[in-house]
T-cell receptor, first 115, second 115 residues
């Protein structure tokens, strides 16, 4: 139980284009989802917290116009990287608050490469 | 401010030997502590958590952690390491002021178990 999926698992896009990453809770309803970014051999950096039906809350230093987050349903949140640049290349991981209090369930991650 | 520290970048241990991965924390109020493991190019997997109760917490894959309030530590342990335990381990603390069950992660410790 409490499975989170991400799609795609990896994506390559050209500089200047936009790419959308989906995060789904498969067997539970997630009122809150989190988006993280992870650089090689580094820890997870929280980018934003999204709640179903409301605007996402972005962490300091994260450009909300560049990283668009939508949490349209209790099982789906999307992260759109707009006008991607090579420095946006990273591993993006989502997580969701699930049925067990205080626990987060993580997706498998999406590796984005911008050429 | 809430924070968590993992003082070791890497821990090396021989297969069959006990392992310890260290974590110390700083929180205001009662700590909610977690351990996650990450395999290459994968999301995080939950190992165990301490919310309240017994100081020795047992988790997945034979791991356990000991909560020590006086030393503000939450070290991860396993009596007998396996080569398959080789991975990146993250300690995390719940960011209570941040709300929404946000987690603050340590820098991570890479565990290498040698045959």
């Amino acid at each position: 139980g409490a499975v989170v999926s991400q799609h795609p698992s990896w994506v390559i896009c050209k500089s200047g284009t936009s790419v959308k990453i989906e995060c789904r809770s498969l067997d539970f309803q997630a009122t809150t989802m989190f988006w993280y970014r992870q650089f090689p051999k580094q820890s997870l950096m929280l980018m934003a917290t999204s709640n179903e039906g409301s605007k996402a809350t972005y962490e300091q230093g994260v450009e909300k116009d560049k990283f668009l987050i939508n949490h349209a349903s209790l099982t789906l949140s999307t992260l759109t990287v707009t006008s991607a640049h090579p420095e946006d290349s990273s591993f993006y991981i989502c997580s969701a608050s699930g049925p067990v209090p205080y626990e987060q369930y993580f997706g498998p991650g999406t590796r984005l490469t911008v050429t | 401010a809430q924070s968590v520290a993992q003082p070791e970048d890497q821990v090396n241990v021989a297969e069959g030997n006990p392992l310890t991965v260290k974590c110390t924390y700083s929180v205001s109020g009662n700590p909610y502590l977690f351990w996650y493991v990450q395999y290459p190019n994968r999301g995080l997997q939950f190992l165990l958590k301490y919310i309240t109760g017994d100081n020795l917490v047992k988790g997945s894959y034979g791991f356990e952690a000991e909560f020590n309030k006086s030393q503000t530590s939450f070290h991860l342990k396993k009596p007998s390491a396996l080569v398959s335990d080789s991975a990146l381990y993250f300690c995390a603390v719940r960011d209570v002021p941040g709300g929404y069950n946000k987690l603050i992660f340590g820098a991570g410790t890479r565990l290498a178990v040698h045959p």
